[in-house]
């Protein structure tokens, strides 16, 4: 069954991974709430216009796509849109509640993605805002183990409410990867879930 979606990624450096997420998502890319190539530009719109308009697309979607790419920290909306699609919300008589996510890690110039992979989790946690770093690893019960898997990236994504992939192995089957987080978002009672960091809240008031 396909799932609405929205991609959160920095514009200057992800918009061509955008791009390419979205035709891979052929028929289903209907269900993408997200900006597009076509989407009006809102950069001189106020910070109030600005978010009202992502609240709007990101309410209505089930999964979060999320692009990890050099210099994503330095944006002061991809942290704010994990935080807002992982609130539970109301609207009226409808209730929308917390975005399964998945970490898409954006190619290098060279199509290699190891700028991100060759790094153990925590050397990786340097490139990720707070609120996605205390979302990995932390699965229920696995703390004490974490230590030994720090390399492994099956373990880390199989104990992680945000795992994160290649963006080539992405692409080859981004439906079930928006599948498979979505049926995370179901079993939430399984991980230790960050829904606020005030870590990023400080972050966002400095850039």
Known sequence: MARKTFISYKYSEAREIRDRIISSLGDDATYYRGERATSPD???????????????????????ILVISPHMNQSKWISWEVEYALKDQKRGNKYSHSNGIIGVVKNDYFGDSTWFTGRDCLSQNVYLPDIVTRNRINRLNTYSESRYHLNDTTWINQNSYIPIVTENTFLRNPKQYIEDAFERSQRLYEYDICKISNKDRLQRSII
């Open 42 to 64: 809102l950069t001189d719109f106020t910070t109030s216009t600005i978010k009202n308009n992502l609240k709007n697309k990101i309410y209505d979607t089930s999964v979060l």
